[in-house]
């Protein structure tokens, strides 16, 4: 019997990755002889690294930290998404030898965004906090989306400038303002969707975890308040949006969306969801069981 077909994901550090998880359950469910392994890869070799995977037969190769934006020189071709991010997270090695790049961030958390809120960014005020990876793929899509305001603040102030700058250029009808953490009340006033990207909330430092992002009084009523951080899946950001009535968006989902988009080019097949969510957070009750 042949060997199923290679996927994984390439990551430095990798052991706490998730997303072999998530796609070998999908394989499971759909009956489809793939299968995915996280590979800890280092910056030095990320090349050979991907050179490799061609060379051994790979589907595809999900990117992650800290290689999203190394890995790009080495692509033939970037999907549009990943063009205007500068940013690859999914690699598909196609059968005539071709590395395409792929960026499904910013789609796999609009889609979410849409499943959970029947909402859209288009023509909304909008408010990223944070200015790394993650807010990079977001704030490019809210922009590609053509919201009516996009405020980038971070505790370094040069880079949110810096990331506000990047988008305008990336989506040149865009206009981003960028700023410091100071004053969130005025840039959180009369916002329709808030997004968190900073690791504020994330498990793993009890003073990280139970620190918000946003002082609660400062969340509208009726905004749509969405975080990047998944562990634990309900973050005092999210907490503190259920109390001031916000609509949440968990980064449960978008973790799972961004994965199922990418799985959806491997296979062709649409990724069970539903099922897939459910494992993982199984996986992540195990591990805030065992580890938190
Ligand atoms: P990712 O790729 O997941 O976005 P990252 O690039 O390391 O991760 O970005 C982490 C984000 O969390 C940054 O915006 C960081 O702010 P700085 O640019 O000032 O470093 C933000 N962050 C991390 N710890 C923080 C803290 N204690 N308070 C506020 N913001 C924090």
């Known amino acids: 019997m042949p060997n199923p077909i290679p996927l994984g994901v ?3 550090p990798a052991g706490h990755i998730l997303s072999p998880v998530l796609h070998n359950k999908a394989a499971e469910e759909l009956g489809l002889d793939y ?3 996280a590979y ?3 910056p030095d070799y990320l090349e050979e690294a991907v050179r490799g995977a061609r060379a051994m037969g790979f589907r595809g190769l999900t990117i992650t930290i800290p290689h999203k934006v190394a890995v790009v020189k080495f ?3 970037l999907s549009e998404d990943a063009r205007l991010m500068g940013a690859v997270n999914t ?3 196609e059968e005539d030898g071709r590395l395409i790049g792929h960026n499904t961030d910013g789609i796999g958390w609009l889609r979410f965004l849409e499943e959970t809120t029947g909402e859209h960014p288009r023509e909304k005020k909008c408010l990223v906090l ?3 990876g993650a807010a990079r793929a977001i704030a ?3 922009a590609q989306c053509g919201a009516a305001h996009l405020e980038i603040r971070n505790r370094t102030y040069e880079k949110a400038m810096e990331l506000a700058h990047f988008v305008e250029k990336s989506v040149p009808s865009s206009k981003v303002k960028g700023g410091g953490l100071d004053d969130l009340y005025s840039a959180a006033d009369g916002c329709e969707i808030i997004v968190n990207t900073t690791s504020l909330g994330m498990w793993g430092n009890a003073e990280r975890m139970a ?3 946003i002082p609660e009084d400062a969340i509208p009523n009726g905004c749509i308040c969405s975080d990047a951080v998944y562990i634990p899946p309900d973050t005092e950001f999210l907490k503190a949006a259920r109390r001031a009535g916000a609509q949440i968006v968990h980064g449960t989902g978008w973790l799972v969306y961004q994965a199922a988009a990418a799985w959806k080019m491997w296979t062709g097949v649409d990724m069970p969801t539903d099922i897939v969510m459910e494992v993982l957070h199984e996986a992540l009750e195990l591990r805030l069981g065992i580890e938190g």
Do not use: C, Q, R, S
Request: charged content about 15%; overall charge negative.
């Open 35 to 37: 299968h995915y392994l």
């Open 140 to 142: 490019v899509k809210i």
């Open 75 to 77: 692509m033939d071709e």
């Open 91 to 93: 690699i598909i090695f």
């Open 40 to 42: 800890e890869v280092h």
């Open 130 to 132: 944070g200015a790394g």
């Open 10 to 12: 390439f990551g430095f």
């Open 211 to 213: 620190t918000p992002p």
